[in-house]
């Protein structure tokens, strides 16, 4: 009989509830999104997405069991995003998890949420470990060897920017809003990846630095005046921050005999990025679906499965950058 999980993710912007079998068919998956409500704003802000959060995370998760055909009664987990992610939003999506687990005496899992990501490759695929893993997000930009499904390794990250905060802060400079990511991306299309020579940042092994980049653009756009090139500047700036992602993550790929390497984070969904590793990758690639690079409860119920270990009632969350 399978293995049923409910994950509920509320680490930052999204409330989502997905029920998930065995860790690789999701039965159900919805995600109530705040982009709107937060791009007045030019960002997340922390207190309103709590509070929202908290005005529709049960919904959701009424949403996900009823899709799925599922009763509480039949799981045999109720996973939440422990950190890391904003304090505030954490707690909404642990309370909902605590009320339910308590209430239909089920099993509490606490997930990490860059595991979550990582976790993310499992769906509707065969992949299993060991394999090496590019985890890129607002908050985070890390290369990872994981030998199991629970141990990682980080072989380098980011020393300053993540590369998707380094996409938010380009894409504020090219006057794209919120959020910066997708704006860039698309727009980058259309324009010439080699119109503008932008550094890659000199960093030692499997490291990475962003913020000269973010300097470079910068300084570029205060000398051109407007009307700005800016889709010759979002490819020129992607160009550079694909070329780094791709050149060290195949290199660890190499170093390490590798047999599979993986895309995660919400960074992952870039059409350049996922092109130039499925073009260039000695090895096989694994990357979600789109839609569950960004934020989603079912890479939470596929973590539950794989790596999760219960909890108590008192379990409480982390709080870093999301």
């Not at 769906?123 to 060991?130: K, R």
């Not at 890659?200 to 490291?207: F, L, P, Q």
Request: net charge negative.
């Amino acid at each position: 009989m399978a293995k049923l999980y409910l994950g509920i993710e509320t680490s930052c912007d999204e409330t989502a509830a997905a029920v998930v079998a065995d860790g690789r068919r999701v039965l159900s998956s919805k995600l109530l999104s705040q982009i709107e409500l937060h791009g007045q704003f030019g960002g997340v802000v922390p207190e309103v997405a709590a509070r929202k959060h908290l005005e529709t995370v049960n919904l959701v998760i009424e949403d996900a069991l009823t899709a799925a055909g599922v009763a509480p009664v039949e799981l045999d987990g109720i996973a939440f995003t422990a950190g890391p992610g904003l304090v505030g939003t954490l707690l909404a999506g642990m309370s909902a998890a605590k009320s339910y687990a308590w209430a239909f005496d089920r099993p509490l899992i606490a997930v990490d949420h860059l595991l979550s990501h990582v976790c993310a490759n499992y769906l509707d695929t065969d992949l299993e470990p060991p394999f090496i893993a590019l985890l890129v997000s607002g908050g985070h930009t890390q290369i990872v060897h994981f030998e199991d499904y629970r141990t990682g390794k980080i072989l380098g990250q980011t020393l300053d920017d993540a590369a998707g905060e380094a996409y938010d802060k380009v894409a504020r400079l090219l006057g794209l809003g919120y959020p910066g990511g997708p704006a860039i991306d698309q727009l980058a299309q259309a324009g010439n990846p080699r119109a503008f020579n932008f550094p890659e940042g000199v960093v030692s092994g499997y490291d990475f630095s962003f913020s000269g980049l973010k300097t470079a653009v910068l300084r570029c756009v205060q000398k051109l005046g407007q009307p700005l090139p800016a889709a010759d500047l979002a490819a020129s700036f992607q160009e550079a921050v694909t070329k780094v992602l791709v050149k060290k993550t195949l290199q660890a790929c190499v170093q390490l005999n590798a047999r599979r390497l993986v895309l995660a984070g919400g960074v992952a969904a870039n059409i350049t990025l996922r092109e130039k590793f499925l073009s260039m990758s000695p090895v096989p690639v694994y990357c979600p679906q789109v839609a569950l690079c960004t934020d989603n409860a079912a890479m939470v119920a596929a973590a539950a499965f794989f790596c999760g270990v219960p909890v108590g009632l008192e379990a409480s969350v982390y709080s870093r950058q999301c």
